[in-house]
């Protein structure tokens, strides 16, 4: 019987706000993933300084998906060379 993880709540600070999120992830894990994105809205300001939260948290989503999908991407080319050079080696 698989064992059924338990949802933890964690307070982390982003952006000079503190927020509880809850996932399945570790604390640690949530916390590197609010540092990761206090980082990138700070990056984002500087570049933009007069930027509102809002449209500052707009921005920083728009740049997170688009790394992911790039990353997304490459994972999928990535399995499909590894595919294509079992397939030539079987």
Wanted: aromatic letters at 6%; a neutral charge.
């Amino acid at each position: 019987m698989k064992e059924r993880k338990e949802k933890q709540r964690t307070t982390v600070s982003i952006y000079g706000q503190q927020y509880t999120v809850a996932g399945y992830e570790s604390p640690k894990h949530m916390r590197e993933v609010a540092e990761e994105l206090d980082t990138k809205m700070r990056e984002i300001k500087q570049m933009n300084p007069y930027l509102d939260t809002t449209r500052l948290a707009v921005l920083t989503a728009v740049n997170v998906i688009d790394d992911y999908k790039k990353l997304k991407e490459k994972v999928e080319r990535l399995e499909q060379e590894l595919l294509a050079g079992d397939e030539k080696n079987a």
